[in-house]
């Protein structure tokens, strides 16, 4: 699909677009996650967000990046979203040279999937590290059919395999096709926490026991203490690397 490449840089007047495209991709409960440093992607890290346009200047997919030091090694590796964004945030206040870039998110409009949009962001934002002088994109990657198996640790979900050899899972398989590798489970990129009230009010449904539940969206269940009136679920993600 032809589409026309920019960074929010370029084009701040789109910066209104992304949240709506955010409200169509996620699950409703994941807008409300312990991340507090998201608004720096637009305030400090403007040439590192991805937009990619349609001839009517519709936004048809974002990728955001962050600039970052890493080195090399799984120890190294940020837990959670959180410290992707503060990893790069303190990288950018000392004045340091990057020598990777972190992938946070790739979305792409609902109705321009299927298209080719995801691979397209990949591929972009392999091509913008390359440009800044990184050796490496990472990208915690949250694979898209995990919520059809909560019940699946991740690391199992994700070494299964199609009779071609590739992973089953589609997102993933985007990734291996571009030269990604695995390099670990990140068992908990961020949190969503909130009252019973408040998780009923996200999925649509009601919690009347205490215990894990199985939500739509969610890649493992929701523990629900009611004594507490509290809601938990913390996100997996699998962390993998392009050299670029």
């Known amino acids: 699909m032809d589409y026309t490449l920019s ?15 955010s409200r169509r991709c996620w699950p409703e409960f994941l807008l409300h996650g312990d991340v507090t440093l998201w608004h720096e992607l637009w305030v400090t890290f403007p040439e590192c967000q ?5 001839s009517d200047d519709a936004l048809l997919a ?16 940020p837990e959670r979203i ?3 964004l503060s ?40 091509a913008l590290a390359a440009r800044q002088g990184a050796g490496t994109l990472i990208a915690p990657v949250r694979p898209v059919w995990k919520d059809r198996y909560p019940l ?43 009252t019973v009230a408040q998780w009923e009010t996200w999925t649509g449904m009601v919690f ?11 890649l493992q269940p929701v523990i629900i203490d ?5 809601g938990r679920y913390e996100d997996p993600n699998l962390w993998m690397a392009h050299a670029v």
């Open 87 to 126: 990893r790069a945030l303190e990288a950018r206040q000392r004045g340091d040279s990057p020598n990777a870039f972190s992938a946070l998110a790739a979305l792409v409009h609902p109705s321009f999937r299927g298209q080719g949009l995801s691979s397209a962001v990949i591929r972009e934002m392999k």
């Open 7 to 21: 960074t929010l840089a370029d084009r701040p007047g789109l910066l209104p677009a992304l949240e709506p495209l």
């Open 152 to 194: 699946t640790p991740l690391d199992r979900y994700a070494a299964w395999t199609r009779p071609d050899g590739l992973p089953y899972d589609p997102w993933i398989r985007v990734h291996i096709r571009l030269g990604g590798r695995v390099l670990a489970v990140a068992p908990n990129t961020l949190a969503v926490t909130g």
């Open 208 to 218: 009347p026991d205490s215990g894990p539940y199985v939500v739509p969206g969610a």
């Open 50 to 54: 991805i937009l990619l346009t349609g």
């Open 226 to 230: 009611r004594d507490r009136d509290l």
């Open 82 to 84: 959180e410290d992707i």
């Open 62 to 77: 974002v990728g955001h990046t962050v600039p970052l030091l890493w080195d090399g090694s799984l120890n190294d590796l």
